[in-house]
């Protein structure tokens, strides 16, 4: 899997240098079902081995287990690989015991009351870049925004992230301090920041980190209509998983297999080497977030850094993929709602 030097892309005008793809390590604890523990640690050490240094994750992401995760496996990696290293860490989701979402809390003390437990379960002594998962509706961002200004002053936080956010919070969060990224769901599938959201990071300046590029494994070549889900997988939950609009996304899988397979590549590759293609100017603007958690599927990801799509290649994929094509919205009414993004 070794790619040599591993390509890199700065995040936005003032954000770190970080790999040209992250690892998302969310699956590994929470939402998409049982994941073994041993192969998790295995993956994030490979994804290390091979180059990647950016890792994403969540306070609530399975309570502090992913945190607790990724301290076990920055621990046990080489101490070369551990510098390399960088934490994105969302926070702001308030969970139950028995794992419901209850909303969210951006109050000043709740973030830095957040970030004091996420160090010590990281064991880190600074995340490298801190957001919030959804912004809190009944706290200004600026208050949100300006609490993390202030872990950055204290050199608890390297960086300011944001996630999900639409066009006016981001000028809203620009205003009160340098913001890195913008963490946000950009796929074939999921292609809504196209119009606005994407032309006014580019013009704040803000990277993009993109999640969901496989839209959650539905366009990962690996999932089908038989494909059982365990109790409270994401999934089970999303239209876009559900009944015909399935049927009908998965038919468009089988329209990117083609065009992979002329290429020899894995459906997958072709699905991440298209977020990449996205970038703006110099490569600088978009990092896929890739969610593997098997040391094949990081693998596989991983390749997609060699795909090189062609003006030919992205006509078709652009013929197959036009904006809007997806059946089903990307989360379910409910979480919908929480996203500033879609307002
Ligand atoms: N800011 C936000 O609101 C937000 C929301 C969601 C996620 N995120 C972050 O973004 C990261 C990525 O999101 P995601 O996990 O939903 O994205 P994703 O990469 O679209 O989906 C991951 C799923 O794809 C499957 N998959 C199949 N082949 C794969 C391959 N070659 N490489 C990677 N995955 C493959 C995985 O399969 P298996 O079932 O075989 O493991 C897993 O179920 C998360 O880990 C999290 O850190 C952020």
Not at 102 to 107: F, L, P, V
Not at 168 to 177: I, K, M
Request: glycine residues 12%.
């Amino acid at each position: 899997m070794t790619t040599r030097p591993f390509p890199t892309r700065t995040l936005g005008s003032s954000g770190p240098r970080v790999s040209a793809l992250g690892l998302g390590c969310m699956g590994m604890s929470a939402l998409y079902g049982d994941a073994d523990r041993a192969e998790s640690i295995a993956t994030i050490h490979a994804a290390l081995d091979a180059g990647i240094t950016l890792l994403d994750t969540g306070d609530f992401y399975g309570m502090g287990h992913n945190e607790l995760l990724i301290n076990e496996a920055l621990r046990t990696a080489p101490a070369a690989a551990r510098e390399q290293a960088l934490t994105s860490v969302k926070f702001g989701a308030l969970r139950t015991v028995e794992g419901g979402f209850t909303g969210y809390d951006g109050r000043p003390a709740a973030v830095k009351n957040f970030a004091a437990y996420s160090l010590q379960r990281l064991g880190t002594d600074h995340i490298d870049i801190y957001r919030i998962a959804r912004v809190d509706p009944d706290v200004p961002v600026e208050e949100t925004v300006g609490a993390i200004a202030e872990l950055v002053e204290a050199g608890h936080v390297r960086h300011i992230g944001l996630s999900e956010v639409g066009a006016r919070t981001l000028r809203r969060a620009a205003a009160v301090a340098p913001v890195s990224d913008l963490q946000i769901e950009y796929s074939l599938l999921s292609r809504g920041i196209e119009d606005e959201i994407l032309p006014t990071a580019r013009e704040l300046g803000i990277g993009v980190t993109a999640y969901g590029v496989l839209s959650r494994g539905l366009i990962s070549g690996h999932f089908s209509h038989d494909r059982e889900l365990a109790p409270g997988d994401f999934r089970g939950m999303s239209p876009r998983f559900q009944g015909e609009n399935l049927r009908h996304n998965l038919g468009l899988v089988e329209t990117l297999r083609k065009i992979a397979g002329q290429k020899g590549v894995t459906v997958a590759q072709i699905a991440i080497a298209w977020v990449l293609s996205r970038a703006g100017r110099h490569d600088v603007d978009i990092v896929p977030l890739v969610g593997a958690r098997r040391r094949d599927r990081l693998a596989e990801a991983v390749g997609a850094l060699g795909v090189a799509l062609d003006a030919d290649d992205l006509a078709a994929i652009e013929a197959a993929f036009p904006a809007g094509v997806a059946a089903g919205e990307r989360y379910p009414a409910n979480q919908m709602a929480h996203l500033d993004s879609e307002h």
